[in-house]
């Protein structure tokens, strides 16, 4: 794996999710996911998917109030449940970006928004030991 790609990579994408996000919510899981994207200073609106509410009855709550939503739920298989579940009961009422969630699923190797902070920190440390390391040929 090459640190630096992958660090360079998801920083831009977080980047672009932080300038989008002050214009359309972020729809996330659960609080800890929206813990994770404030440390990293996504802060725009974040919405947490209310489980004592039905995916129904959230999904008329959100085309009430946004034209536009970013699902940022987590990429394991719980998650992508629930995000095709949401999509299919906004579509054609609310306009749902899938496009962050597909590139963090796909460049990193993590499954959850919560351990995305971690997850970076980690590639961090990976790099800054890879560029400390020094060889020494002993002859």
């Known amino acids: 794996m090459n640190y630096e790609e992958s660090l ?43 489980r004592g509410m039905s995916i129904s009855m959230f999904c008329d709550q959100i085309t009430q109030k946004y034209t536009a939503v970013i699902l940022l739920l987590d990429w394991d298989h719980r998650g992508g449940q629930l995000c095709g579940a949401i999509a299919k009961h906004l579509k054609g009422r609310t306009n749902c970006n899938l496009t962050y969630r597909k590139h963090l699923a796909k460049r990193s190797m993590i499954r959850t928004v919560e351990g995305l902070p971690s997850f970076i920190e980690t590639l961090k440390k990976k790099l800054d ?11």
């Open 8 to 50: 360079e990579e998801i920083e831009t994408i977080l980047a672009e999710l932080q300038e989008e996000n002050k214009t359309i919510p972020i729809i996330v899981e659960g609080d800890k996911d929206k813990e994770a994207l404030q440390k990293l200073e996504i802060n725009g609106e974040i919405i947490v998917f209310n």
């Open 129 to 139: 030991d890879t560029k400390n390391n020094t060889f020494t040929v002993h002859s």
